[in-house]
């Protein structure tokens, strides 16, 4: 079993480890949560997730989460489009202590506590359940491996304190789920039980895809009787019944393994083959195997010295949930929630968004370049699609969706989705995703390969869609990050934005020896730009006190997008739209960076208020979980979490931003270029590990230096 860590005793952040051939290195060590004790109530479950699986686990694990596969959708019931759909909660557990079944008694559960440590990815619940004059002491641990990432795992340890019949049982639950079974093995051919007790493939609805499950189970501690798993009111069970004595444990381990059509034209005959090479390596060595992995990605760990804990501690969740749902195995990139869906927050549907690409991928290639390329691979492999899409709005190039359905990459916005043709700066978001990791990871090959199509592909959509005029080049008629009801011309981000993707776009050729178009220089060099005095504004005719006026699109020049302006540009633009920051913090996205524009203006007592009220106070309920929206600020939207383009926005401004990198084609120790200026009380910033040109680097960033330190790491 596993018990919980306990919160009094203090935790060292860096901790001495033996790695191959003796050698001593450093571990850091994430702050995890405090355990929470008692029920949930309306707050949001707890969220596993590897990058290919999620997982909503409950207060009470042995009642039903929801889980959602990276590439499993369906139909929508009621819109229609293409969405993620819910699949069957590989981890079921039913306990009966003599005559009564938890899940008909739920009532006679009491939930002690929960505890989630960040460290390993592992989830631990206890609970207790009395029942016919026995009390059952229970305790659970759950975890989604990242060594074998279409595997979930569980384990359940049970004591009585006194002898009782006892029955438990394992499930593939799918009572809950739009859709139907479409196989089901309830003994699958030439496998004995004991490697693989049944599998099911489930289709979703309006037959769009399908996702297969396999699992099984062992039980140590009691000799029981076994049952043939049952196939009923499509739950996919095994029973074991047994004699339980009083003071003994008994420890129920459940592996179960999920495949979705994305991955496998069987899913459910490939679930069978993942489960019996886990079961190969043993419950044990899984999970050992999930801790090596989690151990050696907390070497990106963001340490912050000076500030207090807190931060250091939100820096954790933020990076744990970010990493959780990535990896390099996902079929379909991943969503505003990661893996993460519950009752009342699917209303993004799973679509791919501009979102992963502007916050996520950049913090990923700097600490997980293998998830990136997979996140990445997802635009690539649907490039043909986004050519499609810009054909059907009449333009050259590569357009890609407003919200992008996972299997084919078109757009999915439900109807009528006139937003869908207005809301064109998500084709340059992606760009600048692929070239911020060519430059990142120096890779000739992906910058040949995926790169440059990509990017030339949306330079052309660029030349063709930025209109001529006397002024220069304009984007007329255009939506802005702020998604305003009103079309409006030039909107700031476009502009800068699609400067970014041109330059790189011409780099890219220089770097290939290819031909590249010869207008691009000359169209990001009079891209029509809406200013008022030196201040960059958000589009043409803005006023502070219109729909959105708040919205701070022009600080993105200033960060992330790094778009070349002159000191004193710099400093009307953030003297404009820093007094606003009240009107408009607290909404989603771009709240996380205000810390950092304030710290650019030099203010470190306002960059630390903004920090707090920017992303601090976003954090809220079970385990440190980033929401949406501010709930003091927005009390009527529902807690949903975590949202990626928050705690992106946050990661990227503690990695890139503090820091003052500027990436570029070149050297990395270059990257440096800005004296470096952190919230009060702050005193340094570093990494133990970035991925920089294929090799490990370090960052130190220490308030008041002329410019951080990245250096190889030793």
């Given amino acids: 079993g596993s018990s919980f860590p306990d919160p009094q005793r203090p935790r060292k952040n860096r901790v001495a480890a033996t790695r191959g051939f003796g050698k001593q290195v450093h571990m850091s060590i994430p702050i995890s949560p405090p355990p929470v004790q008692g029920g949930a109530g309306d707050e949001l479950p707890a969220y596993l997730s590897n990058g290919v699986i999620g997982l909503r686990v409950r207060d009470n694990p042995l009642t039903t989460g929801m889980t959602l596969v990276s590439g499993y959708t369906g139909e929508h019931p009621r819109h229609g489009i293409e969405a993620a759909a819910v699949a069957p909660y590989p981890l079921g557990c039913d306990l009966r202590l003599g005559g009564v079944w938890l899940s008909d008694a739920p009532q006679r559960a009491q939930i002690l506590d929960q505890a989630y440590d960040f460290a390993t990815g592992e989830l631990t619940s206890r609970l207790v359940f009395e029942a016919d004059g026995v009390r059952a002491q229970v305790e659970v641990l759950t975890f989604c491996s990242r060594s074998i990432p279409s595997l979930v795992c569980q384990e359940i340890t049970l004591s009585v304190d006194g002898a009782a019949d006892i029955s438990l049982k394992a499930s593939l639950d799918a009572r809950m789920n739009d859709g139907s079974a479409h196989r089901v093995l309830r003994a699958v051919p030439n496998t004995p039980p004991d490697q693989v007790e049944g599998a099911l493939l489930w289709e979703s609805l309006g037959g769009?895809?399908?996702?297969?499950?396999?699992?099984?189970?062992?039980?140590?501690?009691?000799?029981?009787?076994?049952d043939r798993p049952t196939f009923t009111n499509n739950i996919l069970e095994t029973t074991r019944e047994?004699?339980?004595?009083?003071?003994?444990?008994?420890?129920?381990?459940?592996?179960?393994?999920?495949?979705?059509?994305?991955?496998?034209s069987q899913p459910d005959y490939e679930a069978v083959r993942q489960v019996v090479f886990a079961g190969q390596k043993g419950f044990d060595g899984v999970r050992a195997e999930n801790r090596a992995v989690w151990e050696d990605l907390w070497r990106g760990r963001i340490e912050i010295e000076g500030a207090p804990q807190r931060w250091q501690a939100l820096s954790d969740a933020a990076l744990f949930y970010l990493l959780s749902s990535a990896h390099v195995a996902s079929p379909a990139s991943t969503s505003m929630f990661g893996l993460a869906t519950w009752k009342n927050y699917h209303y993004y549907y799973g679509h791919v968004m501009w979102d992963i690409e502007a916050f996520g991928t950049p913090v990923l290639s700097l600490l997980q370049p293998r998830a990136a390329r997979s996140l990445l691979g997802y635009r690539f492999g649907h490039l043909a699609g986004a050519v499609q899409n810009a054909r059907l709005r009449g333009r050259l190039g590569a357009q890609f969706p407003w919200a992008a359905a996972a299997s084919t990459g078109e757009e999915a916005t439900p109807a009528p989705g006139g937003e869908a043709s207005r809301e064109e700066h998500v084709s340059l978001d992606v760009a600048n995703a692929f070239a911020f990791h060519a430059r990142v990871s120096g890779d000739d090959i992906f910058l040949r390969e995926q790169a440059w199509p990509v990017v030339s592909a949306v330079a052309e959509w660029i030349a063709d869609r930025a209109e001529p005029t006397a002024r220069g080049r304009e984007f007329r008629a255009s939506t802005g990050i702020a998604e305003r009801e009103a079309q409006v011309d030039n909107p700031a981000f476009t502009a800068m934005a699609a400067a970014g993707v041109l330059r790189a776009a011409i780099e890219m050729a220089r770097r290939l020896g290819v031909e590249g178009d010869a207008e691009w220089d000359s169209i990001a060099q009079n891209l029509v730009l809406p200013m008022r005095g030196q201040a960059i504004v958000t589009h043409e005719g803005w006023r502070a006190n219109e729909e959105k006026g708040a919205t701070p699109e022009p600080l993105m020049g200033v960060f992330p997008l790094a778009y070349p302006m002159s000191p004193e540009v710099e400093a009307a633009t953030l003297a404009t739209f820093l007094p606003l920051a009240d009107q408009y913090i607290g909404s989603p996205m771009l709240s996380a960076l205000y810390g950092v524009w304030a710290a650019r203006a030099g203010d470190r007592s306002l960059s630390a208020r903004l920090m707090e009220e920017g992303y601090g106070r976003f954090i809220s309920g079970r385990f440190l979980q980033t929401l949406e929206y501010r709930p003091d600020r927005f009390p009527e939207q529902p807690q949903a979490g975590p949202f990626f383009a928050n705690l992106g926005g946050f990661l990227m401004g503690l990695l890139i931003g503090f820091p003052g990198l500027e990436v570029s084609d070149g050297d990395p120790a270059g990257?440096?270029?800005?004296?470096?200026?952190?919230?009060r009380g702050w005193k340094s910033i570093a990494v133990e590990r970035l991925w920089l040109h294929g090799r490990p680097w370090r960052l130190e960033a220490h308030h008041g230096d002329l410019a951080a330190k990245l250096e190889p790491a030793k």
């Fill in 671 to 679: 990257w440096a270029r800005r004296p470096v200026v952190l919230p």
């Fill in 242 to 264: 047994l004699r339980a004595r009083s003071g003994s444990a008994v420890r129920l381990r459940q592996m179960a393994a999920l495949v979705s059509s994305a991955q496998h």
């Fill in 208 to 226: 769009v895809s399908r996702v297969g499950l396999a699992y099984v189970t062992q039980l140590d501690g009691a000799d029981a009787s076994v």
